[in-house]
């Protein structure tokens, strides 16, 4: 009975599921899972719910990607991005040195879903910090992953033990109002067109008040340069001048 006691718990540990802990571990943006992981592409738990751990950034937006390995491997380290969901990332695709002898080489990724490749693994591991700039588009259900391929864990097979894969659930949004830039521009054009339009006004305003002035001014038909016109005040004494004289030949008395 003792026996079966102390073989109950190794039973279980041989019968349970394989868990594997990643030696690397995505800090930020918030990973969607912790760190224990099983290697599976392409986030490296199959079966994963998305949850509410979503970390929102705008179109275009230049963020840092910060990931810790804290159980150092050779390799190197990918961060890809998806749009929508997580199905279009692609596992990298080993050409030479696959099976041993120097670092190997891989193909060019053809999905166009890789930001940053080949980030090169340090010999002390630790904080990683890399900067990416995220596609300048909207969405609500983006992914970021990042892989890190180890190069002491060759041959690179389907299923094999070669990569870890870690993801992170994103939303892309525009800050709101930021669409109204063009109609402010317009207003701007429609006020530019306001101005100009009253400059035209008073130009015209004040042309006309200069033709009348020079109308009033004008010299007589066939009149000479030095020639002079007389004021108003001249004018008026002369008309004066001119009444008093008829009303004094109306009272004089007739012969």
């Not at 199959?46 to 230049?62: D, I, L, Y």
Request: glycine letters at 12%; hydrophobic letters at 35%.
């Amino acid at each position: 009975m003792r026996r079966l006691l102390v073989l109950a718990p190794l039973l279980a540990l041989a019968l349970a599921p394989e868990v594997a802990e990643a030696h690397v571990g995505l800090v930020s943006p918030v990973p969607r899972e912790g760190r224990e992981r099983i290697k599976n592409p392409p986030c490296g738990r199959t079966g994963s719910v998305r949850s509410e751990n979503v970390s929102v950034f705008a179109p275009g937006e230049t963020i840092e990607v910060v990931f810790d390995e804290f159980v150092e491997h050779p390799g190197h380290y990918r961060i890809a991005f998806d749009e929508d969901g997580d199905d279009d990332f692609a596992e990298p695709i080993c050409l030479e040195n696959c099976a041993r002898g120097p670092d190997p080489v891989f193909a060019e990724d053809t999905t166009g879903t890789v930001l940053v490749d080949r980030i090169p693994d340090r010999p002390d591991g630790g904080e990683y910090r890399v900067s990416v700039t995220l596609p300048d588009v909207e969405c609500e259900r983006c992914t970021l992953q990042l892989i890190q391929v180890m190069y002491d864990k060759r041959p690179y097979e389907v299923g094999g033990d070669d990569t870890y894969f870690q993801c992170a659930y994103l939303a892309l949004r525009r800050p709101p109002g930021s669409d109204a830039g063009p109609e402010a521009d317009a207003g701007a054009t429609a006020d530019a067109g306001a101005d100009a339009g009253a400059a035209d006004d008073a130009g015209a305003l004040r042309e006309d008040a200069g033709g009348a002035a020079r109308d009033a001014g004008a010299e007589p038909d066939g009149g000479g340069g030095c020639a002079t016109t007389g004021s108003p005040a001249g004018t008026g004494l002369a008309g004066l001048a001119l009444v008093l004289w008829a009303a004094r030949r109306r009272r004089r008395p007739r012969a």
